[in-house]
Structure formats: structure tokens, C-alpha cells
């Protein structure tokens, strides 16, 4: 439960600030012509951001798909970068500093590449959605000024995160977890990008403690922390309400985990 509820204080600036922004977005900024503009570096920069440990920019980066302010490559770009737990990890065990800093480069490449191709790929100009997700959660924005109703979307997504971490950190046994980590250069990259998709931090921590402990190959450890977004991909199923898309962003995300993992396992 004090787990459970650290996490979700962690949380909460990203939550208010992803709030924030949308309600100006809303209110003050409803410009889509330059919010298109904007999207174009958005892979450029959620790869920058992914790359800081904790998961609260991935869980901004839900928020903010949802409402359609950032595009989906910017989503990836996130989703790949972010290390969540792995960095304070790697610093604790004395990992030495340029392993460290060659793990951060190769998540943020990998970001930015699949970040820049998946918007080239789908190149949709989504109108935003800030106003279908305010009439989802029943909220009168407009009467309860920007500040207030960020301050409610918050809470209500932070009870949300509250309640799962309560239930995954009760279910969750990260020693059991580790046996299914096999050292096979092909299946290990499958199984630890699963692991990664744990939504808890649990699921980084895991990964990384297995590559530290050298159960598991680099090409392994990098597909459990690509596919690793914290509890990004949480925010994101509750927040995005195309239930298909979320899916199909999951398999994707899981897929491009486990090829890179392995093509680093093949060839290094």
C-alpha cells in the first residue's frame, strides 16, 4: 500500500501538468493550425523526455494522446525512451558510466527513429479531443476555471492508478517473475518485453536486476525497458477511450521491443 501510494505521489505533477496543458489548449490556445505545426518535433523531444527516470513523462504523454494534442509517433517516442526505474538502478549498482550512458543513447535513438517513421506512416490530422474526454468524465470545465478542474481530472486519475498498483503490487512476485526470463537470444527478448509491459515499476526494476545479475543478455534487458512505459500504458487505456487502438498501440509496442532486442542479440 505505501508503494502503491508513492508511485501515484510521484505521479501526480505529470498528471496536473498534462491537465494543465489541455485545458489551456482548451480555453485559451484552441489553435489547430499551429498545434499541427508543434506535432511535427514532437518525437524529437518525447525522446529527450523519455530518457528522464520515473515514469511521469510516459503517463503525460497518455494524457495527452488521448486528448489528441500530441501525435502518435510522439506517444512511441516517449513510450520507447523512458527507463522509469532502470537509471537510479543502474547508478546504485555502480554500473559503469559510459554501459549507462550507451543504454540511454540507444532507447532514445530507437525512440526517436520508430517515433519519426510511425508519423510518417500515420500521418492523420486528429482534431483534438480535449472536450470529448471533459464530457466523458461528466465536468463542467468552463465553470470551474483551469486550475480547479486540472486539479479534478488529477485526482481522478490518480485514485484510478491507486487502486491497480494496490492490485498489482499485491498479485505481483517479482522472483516468480524472473523464471520466466530464458537465456535463448530469440524467445528471452519476447519474454522480458511482456515483463515490460507490466503496468508498475516493477516491471523495469525486474528487467534491469536480471540483466545486473547477468541472467539475461543486453539485447534482452533493452526489450523489457522499451517495452517498459511504466504505468504510461495504464493511463492510456483509461484515458484513450478507442479501446482498439490501445491494442493495437500495446502489440506494436511489444513488437518493436522484442525485433530490436533480438537484433542486438544476434549481432553483439
Given at each position: 500500500?505505501?508503494?502503491?501510494?508513492?508511485?501515484v505521489l510521484k505521479l501526480l505533477p505529470f498528471l496536473f501538468l498534462s491537465f494543465v496543458i489541455m485545458e489551456l489548449i482548451e480555453h485559451k490556445l484552441n489553435n489547430e493550425k499551429k498545434l499541427q505545426k508543434t506535432k511535427k518535433y514532437g518525437p524529437v523531444?518525447?525522446?529527450?523526455?523519455?530518457?528522464?527516470?520515473?515514469?511521469?513523462?510516459?503517463?503525460?504523454?497518455?494524457?495527452?494522446?488521448?486528448?489528441?494534442?500530441?501525435?502518435?509517433?510522439?506517444?512511441?517516442?516517449?513510450?520507447?525512451?523512458?527507463?522509469?526505474?532502470m537509471l537510479p538502478l543502474l547508478i546504485s549498482h555502480h554500473e559503469n558510466i559510459k554501459n549507462i550512458i550507451y543504454i540511454l543513447f540507444v532507447k532514445f535513438a530507437i525512440g526517436l527513429i520508430f517515433g519519426i517513421l510511425v508519423d510518417m506512416i500515420y500521418?492523420?490530422?486528429?482534431?483534438?479531443?480535449?472536450?470529448?474526454?471533459?464530457?466523458?468524465?461528466?465536468?463542467?470545465?468552463?465553470?470551474?476555471?483551469?486550475?480547479?478542474?486540472?486539479?479534478?481530472?488529477?485526482?481522478?486519475?490518480?485514485?484510478?492508478?491507486?487502486?491497480?498498483?494496490?492490485?498489482?503490487?499485491?498479485?505481483?512476485?517479482?522472483?516468480?517473475?524472473?523464471?520466466?526470463?530464458?537465456?535463448?537470444?530469440?524467445?528471452?527478448?519476447?519474454?522480458?518485453?511482456?515483463?515490460?509491459?507490466?503496468?508498475?515499476?516493477?516491471?523495469?526494476?525486474?528487467?534491469?536486476?536480471?540483466?545486473?545479475?547477468?541472467?539475461?543478455?543486453?539485447?534482452?534487458?533493452?526489450?523489457?525497458?522499451?517495452?517498459?512505459?511504466?504505468?504510461?500504458?495504464?493511463?492510456?487505456?483509461?484515458?484513450?477511450?478507442?479501446?482498439?487502438?490501445?491494442?493495437?498501440?500495446?502489440?506494436?509496442?511489444?513488437?518493436?521491443?522484442?525485433?530490436?532486442?533480438?537484433?542486438?542479440?544476434?549481432?553483439?
Open positions: 500500500m505505501l508503494d502503491a501510494i508513492i508511485d523531444l518525447g525522446s529527450v523526455l523519455g530518457i528522464v527516470p520515473q515514469c511521469g513523462f510516459s503517463t503525460l504523454a497518455s494524457n495527452l494522446y488521448a486528448a489528441r494534442v500530441i501525435t502518435l509517433g510522439t506517444l512511441f517516442s516517449v513510450y520507447l525512451s523512458t527507463s522509469d526505474e500521418h492523420k490530422k486528429d482534431k483534438n479531443e480535449i472536450g470529448h474526454l471533459c464530457e466523458e468524465e461528466h465536468c463542467h470545465c468552463e465553470k470551474e476555471g483551469i486550475i480547479k478542474s486540472s486539479i479534478i481530472h488529477t485526482l481522478k486519475i490518480a485514485l484510478f492508478i491507486l487502486i491497480i498498483n494496490v492490485l498489482l503490487n499485491t498479485i505481483i512476485d517479482p522472483e516468480k517473475i524472473k523464471h520466466f526470463a530464458y537465456t535463448n537470444k530469440v524467445l528471452a527478448p519476447i519474454v522480458t518485453s511482456l515483463i515490460g509491459l507490466i503496468p508498475n515499476c516493477a516491471a523495469s526494476v525486474i528487467v534491469t536486476e536480471l540483466y545486473l545479475d547477468k541472467i539475461i543478455s543486453f539485447g534482452s534487458c533493452l526489450a523489457g525497458l522499451l517495452a517498459s512505459s511504466g504505468v504510461g500504458i495504464l493511463v492510456l487505456f483509461r484515458q484513450n477511450k478507442h479501446f482498439m487502438e490501445n491494442i493495437i498501440i500495446t502489440i506494436l509496442l511489444v513488437l518493436i521491443a522484442s525485433i530490436c532486442g533480438i537484433l542486438f542479440n544476434l549481432i553483439w
